[in-house]
């Protein structure tokens, strides 16, 4: 399947901004990031379909941006304005469109991502 590996992540206060990127083998329809703090579920984040369409978590809207750069063959997560409550191990993903959402089936190593004074 597709090969992703993450790098980008680190420890910063709260405010603090990081950019996660992710190498990719070969792009898929969907791509994403999801990150899993301890005792959670993993949870979606951030996905662009066909390179163009992008969906949100709520609670990163306006603070996330998910974006690609096809020639480097690089997935990005742009994050600002970040908060103690987005700290976690962070994994980009690679999917299909399954008609109403993407399904992922290839998942990067992850990354941590620590936020706190």
């Known amino acids: 399947q597709v090969q992703l590996v993450e790098s980008g992540g680190g420890s910063v206060q709260p405010g603090g901004s990081l950019r996660l990127s992710c190498v990719v083998s070969?792009?898929?329809?969907?791509m994403g990031w999801f990150r899993q703090a301890p005792g959670k579920e993993r949870e979606e984040v951030a996905q662009?379909?066909?390179?163009?369409?992008?969906i949100y978590a709520d609670s990163v809207k306006g603070r996330f941006t998910i974006s690609r750069d096809n020639a480097k063959n690089t997935l990005y997560l742009q994050m600002i304005s970040l908060k103690p409550e987005d700290t976690g191990m962070y994994y980009c993903?690679?999917?299909?469109?399954?008609?109403?959402?993407?399904?992922?089936?290839?998942w990067g190593q992850g990354t941590q991502v620590t936020v706190s004074s």
């Open positions: 070969r792009y898929t329809t969907c």
């Open positions: 993903a690679a999917g299909t469109w399954m008609g109403s959402s993407c399904s992922y089936g290839s």
């Open positions: 662009i379909v066909r390179d163009h369409a992008t």
